[in-house]
């Protein structure tokens, strides 16, 4: 007679639904220093959420070295003291800056050839930072189509809007009359729904950006 056998089970592996074994979860969203999708709320110790400001324009205006020169001017509040430049790249994606006003408010600044998604991270916007290389007479033409639309999305019909002429530093940049004028500045103050501020500023050199951190002081508050 053929033995049978049994296959015995082990002691404590009772059989478990696949669905149960194999249980994981999906990372928490979160946005890094080079990226994050929109939405990225910060909250604050208090629990309160991060003010966020979008900083916007065109490819090459010096966005990246104004959010480091800025980030720089909050920390250590001493324009003098800024020191050469630090090499930038042309921001493919997004960077993530904090400045302490001293409340907490995060800077993103979108790649100039992302503006065709800008529009995805409006939604996040408590104030916004619009560069225009005042040194480029070339591009002047394209930031104000890019301004004009910026200004016509509803989710920011009331946002505060800072237009800064940037690169004044730079022997070829044209005067703060002749941008204006380039620019249609009047006309498309008087047509948006949004109170608009005009600086001229050199992420280079420093100039303007204290006001810049005043303006942002003044928009975005700081708490009591």
């Known amino acids: 007679m053929a033995?049978?056998?049994?296959?015995?089970?082990?002691?404590?592996l009772a059989h478990r639904p696949s669905a149960e074994r194999f249980?994981?979860?999906?990372?928490?969203?979160?946005?890094?220093?080079?990226?994050?999708?929109?939405?990225?709320?910060?909250?604050?110790?208090a629990g309160?959420?991060?003010?966020?400001?979008?900083?916007?324009?065109?490819?090459?205006?010096?966005?990246?070295?104004?959010?480091?020169?800025?980030?720089?001017?909050s920390?250590?509040?001493a324009a003098a003291e800024l020191g050469?430049?630090?090499a930038t790249q042309p921001t493919v994606g997004t960077n993530l800056t904090d400045l302490?006003?001293?409340?907490?408010?995060?800077?993103?600044?979108?790649?100039?050839?992302?503006g065709p998604i800008w529009p995805s991270y409006y939604g996040e916007c408590s104030a916004l930072l619009f560069?225009?290389?005042a040194a480029n007479p070339t591009q002047v033409s394209s930031s104000c189509i890019q301004l004009l639309s910026v200004l016509s999305a509803a989710q920011l019909a009331s946002v505060p809007?800072?237009?800064?002429?940037?690169?004044?530093?730079?022997?070829?940049?044209?005067?703060?009359?002749?941008?204006?004028?380039?620019?249609r500045m009047q006309d498309i103050i008087s047509w948006a729904t949004q109170p608009i501020t005009i600086l001229e500023t050199s992420a280079r050199d420093g100039t303007g950006l204290a006001d810049v951190l005043q303006w942002l002081r003044a928009t975005l508050g700081d708490p009591r």
């Open 100 to 114: 302490r006003l001293p409340r907490r408010v995060t800077v993103r600044e979108l790649g100039g050839c992302m």
């Open 48 to 73: 309160k959420p991060v003010p966020t400001c979008l900083l916007l324009g065109a490819a090459g205006g010096g966005k990246s070295l104004l959010a480091r020169r800025l980030r720089q001017l």
């Open 131 to 133: 560069v225009v290389d």
């Open 84 to 86: 050469e430049p630090p």
């Open 23 to 45: 249980r994981f979860r999906l990372p928490a969203r979160g946005g890094g220093a080079l990226s994050g999708g929109p939405g990225r709320g910060g909250m604050a110790a």
């Open 161 to 183: 809007v800072l237009v800064l002429f940037n690169k004044i530093d730079l022997p070829c940049y044209m005067s703060r009359v002749e941008m204006k004028s380039l620019f």
């Open 3 to 12: 033995s049978r056998h049994r296959r015995r089970r082990r002691p404590g």
């Open 75 to 77: 920390v250590e509040e």
